[in-house]
Structure formats: structure tokens, C-alpha cells
């Protein structure tokens, strides 16, 4: 794997304002009466769908009127939403397949806790799915900003700039079972950061799960040039002139490939009233038009070939 992408989701920074699907507004006729899908609605979904796998994998819809919908009704109409782009699946031991991302105040050994429900900033990651999407129902009183990358462009410029790191990041890296995945019977997981199978580039990356796995006597210890190898992919994902920085506004619909684009989101300070508190909602999407990943995925997506569905954690049957 030694050639650079050439593909749309390549792109660098304010690039994808250029996106074709950024920015997008949503029109007050597209929900019907009944809260259903118009069918100019589903339409613009599709092209969202090709948009996520052939363009440059980030779609922004604004301004989709929460301000209508209490909470429940909220969730089954971004359900709907998202089973037009693909099938959602479990994002917990729970089953949920929307899952509200705010900050529950859990402390850090607390096992219900994972990066969305806290107020901290997270650093670039990937979630197990295709395709995730994110519906701003209130903001922070402050920060909360996101930030997306392209990991292709990553790829490139460390071929670029490090190419004896390629090597490294395309070979198989332990992942700790994350501890919401009780499900789940095996402790760890091997796979790379950086494939290229049958054609098609795929990356996929949560270091809070790789240095977890390390820090166990189960697994061999991390080699000095692996970590060098994850430190440089960070610091340059962190460039300014390599990500794109926007604010999530309430009403505004974030989709990602999350093969092609890494994301995270800065610290944020809360409302002290809870009804004002920062809320997003969260939904994993297998999606039909995927790409084919490396076997070596399997461990964390379950089926690895094209349009299967795949990702999510198993549910735990009463």
C-alpha cells in the first residue's frame, strides 16, 4: 500500500465546505403530517447515502425543526431517517439504536461510561459502523465544537512525510473489548488503522481502545515505533490546515463515512439547568452501498463484504 488515494474523500480543511451535500437545508415539507418520509425527502437521502461512500463522506443538513417534536418523537423520526440511508444497529449491550449523547456525569471507572456521555473533549476516532449520524437537539452553553478529517488525506500525507509509518499503520493493532460491549465473549481484537482491499481504502482508528489493550499483560507490549506511528497519525489529523472545525447548531444533521473521516468534538461547558444541557442524538447505520473492508475487520464488524450488514455491538438477550 504504497500509492497515494486519489478518490473524492480526499480533501484537506475547509475543502469540504465544498462537498456538494454540506450546508444543506432542510425544507418544511420533507416530514409528512403523520411524521413519515416524504418521498422528495427520501430522495435527497439517497443522494446523501452515494454521497457517504462515493464523494467525500461528510454530509451537514441544517436546520431540521427539533423545536416541533418532543423527545420521543424526535427519535422515531431520526430513526426513519437514518434506516433510508441503511439499517441501524445496536450501539450498546442494550440493543439501543438511538443513543442520546449528552454528559451523565459518570466518573471514569463507572462502566456505563464511554467518551459521548462526558463533557471532555475526545480526541479523533472512528465508531463501529459505516455510517454515523448525529442530530443536534440543544447545544453546550459553550465549546462543543466538532472537528472532521479526512483519513485518506491523513494516509497521504504520512506516505507523504513518514512513509517508513505506512507499514506500521496498515499492520494489525490489539483493541481492548470496549465496556459497553458486554456482549460481547472476546477481551481483544486485531486490526489495522490503515487497509486497502479489493480497491478500496478503509480506515478505521479509537485509540482509547488500543492503549487499554497495551496496558494489559495479556497482549505483547507496543513496540516504540507503533506508538510513534499512532502519535504522528494524531498530530497530524490536528493539523489546522487538515480538518475542517464547525459547531453543530440545534437542528443540524451530521453524517460520516466512518471509513473515510475520523471526528471529534472539544470540551464543553454545560447550562446549570438540566432541560438546557447539551443533547445530540446518535445513530449507527450499516448501509448497502458499503465498501468491502479487510477480513482482519471482522472482529469488531462481524461480515466484512460489500453491503452486508455489519457493525454494532451484539444485544444481550433477557
Not at 434506516?83 to 449523547?101: C, M, W
Not at 471532555?120 to 466538532?146: M, P, W, Y
Not at 478500496?200 to 506508538?227: C, G, H, W
Request: proline share 5%; charged share 25%.
Amino acid at each position: 500500500m504504497r500509492e497515494p488515494i486519489n478518490h473524492p474523500c480526499v480533501w484537506k480543511g475547509s475543502q469540504l465546505e465544498q462537498s456538494p451535500h454540506w450546508n444543506d437545508v432542510f425544507r418544511r415539507d420533507w416530514i409528512t403530517s403523520d411524521g413519515g418520509i416524504s418521498p422528495a425527502f427520501k430522495d435527497f437521502l439517497l443522494q446523501v447515502q452515494h454521497e457517504l461512500e462515493v464523494g467525500r463522506g461528510a454530509v451537514l443538513l441544517k436546520n431540521f425543526p427539533v423545536e416541533k417534536f418532543n423527545d420521543n418523537a424526535l427519535s422515531e423520526i431520526f430513526l426513519k431517517i437514518g434506516s433510508v440511508i441503511g439499517t441501524p444497529v445496536s450501539q450498546s449491550a442494550k440493543g439501543e439504536r438511538v443513543f442520546s449523547v449528552r454528559n451523565e456525569g459518570f466518573t471514569e471507572d463507572d462502566p456505563r461510561a464511554r467518551g459521548p456521555n462526558t463533557k471532555k473533549k475526545l480526541s479523533f476516532h472512528t465508531d463501529r459502523c459505516d455510517v454515523i449520524a448525529f442530530l443536534c437537539v440543544k447545544q453546550a452553553k459553550s465549546g462543543g465544537e466538532n472537528q472532521v478529517v479526512s483519513s485518506a488525506a491523513i494516509f497521504n500525507e504520512i506516505l507523504d512525510t513518514r512513509p517508513d509509518l505506512i507499514d506500521v499503520l496498515c499492520q494489525p493493532f490489539f483493541y481492548q473489548r470496549h465496556n459497553v460491549d458486554a456482549a460481547n465473549a472476546k477481551p481483544y481484537t486485531l486490526q489495522p488503522i490503515f487497509s486497502y482491499f479489493h480497491g478500496n481504502f478503509a480506515s478505521n482508528f479509537l485509540r482509547v481502545l488500543i492503549e487499554r489493550a497495551y496496558q494489559s499483560n495479556d497482549v505483547p507490549k507496543m513496540t516504540a515505533l507503533q506508538r510513534e506511528a499512532l502519535d504522528y497519525l494524531e498530530a497530524v489529523a490536528a493539523r489546522p490546515n487538515m480538518h475542517f472545525e464547525f459547531r453543530q447548531n440545534r437542528g443540524d444533521i451530521l453524517f460520516l463515512n466512518n471509513w473515510v473521516t475520523y471526528h471529534r468534538r472539544t470540551e464543553f461547558e454545560d447550562f446549570d439547568d438540566i432541560q438546557m444541557r447539551r443533547h445530540l442524538l446518535r445513530i449507527w447505520l450499516s448501509v448497502p452501498n458499503s465498501r468491502p473492508v479487510d477480513p482482519m475487520f471482522s472482529g469488531n464488524y462481524g461480515a466484512t463484504n460489500a453491503g452486508a450488514v455489519r457493525g454494532g455491538m451484539n444485544a444481550i438477550n433477557d
